[in-house]
């Protein structure tokens, strides 16, 4: 990608991804694992989500964050795990590996791109995730099924399922309501991240023109 493109480091502006400024190598590699993390986050809770994560929406850390380290460590179990099961032909850990290599390129480890954070960049993670998640719910319920004195755990690991099914489909409707106009987004967007910089000022202009100079 670095050879075939021209744009780098020094054409992303600071308002899209404001690791540009960073200053040193320590600051920018915990801010990639801090979005490491919420990317993993997301994928297991997409809750609190915003249309846009430009300047300030994730202040840059460093690796005396908490939130920073324990991305470190939970990616750290899961390469352990994959290489460890890998040679086994396990499908959990090819799971693993694949969603590595998706999400690296929006890391900000190995380049720096346009965007610090985008929940569209997980589409293709989210894949991986996804192929991931119903291997294991599909083995265990079989595996519950295989033994008839493990139905009550069947039947639980069902209502489980279903449940989390009914919690993503209620959020992925009240969501899709949230983008019904750009004043809907915006007022919704807004306060879950107050100091980001865009999405007040996308939702003040909104005001302005609706409201102040409607013509």
């Not at 997409?46 to 991305?71: C, E, H, K």
């Not at 750290?76 to 693993?96: E, G, H, S």
């Not at 399922?161 to 750009?182: C, D, H, M, P, Q």
């Amino acid at each position: 990608y670095a050879i075939t493109h021209s744009t780098g480091i020094d054409e992303v502006s600071k308002m899209d991804n404001p690791i540009v400024e960073a200053g040193s190598i320590l600051i920018q590699w915990a801010t990639g694992f801090l979005v490491l993390g919420k990317y993993l986050l997301m994928l297991f809770v997409p809750y609190q989500l915003i249309y846009d994560y430009s300047y300030n929406a994730m202040p840059l850390t460093n690796f005396g964050d908490f939130r920073v380290l324990l991305s470190i460590l939970v990616y750290i179990a899961l390469a352990i795990y994959a290489f460890w099961q890998l040679p086994k032909r396990n499908i959990v850990a090819l799971c693993i590996l694949a969603l590595f290599c998706s999400l690296s390129i929006y890391s900000q480890l190995i380049l720096v791109i346009g965007t610090l954070f985008g929940e569209r960049l997980a589409y293709l993670p989210s894949l991986w995730f996804c192929l991931g998640i119903v291997y294991v719910l599909f083995s265990l319920l079989n595996s519950t099924q295989a033994n008839t004195q493990t139905n009550n755990g069947r039947q639980i690991a069902m209502g489980i399922v279903l449940a989390i099914s009914a919690l993503f489909g209620i959020k992925t409707v009240i969501r899709a309501a949230e983008w019904k106009s750009n004043l809907s987004l915006f007022s919704a967007d807004a306060p879950k991240s107050p100091n980001s910089v865009r999405l007040n000022d996308n939702l003040s202009t909104e005001l302005h023109r609706q409201y102040i100079n409607p013509n």
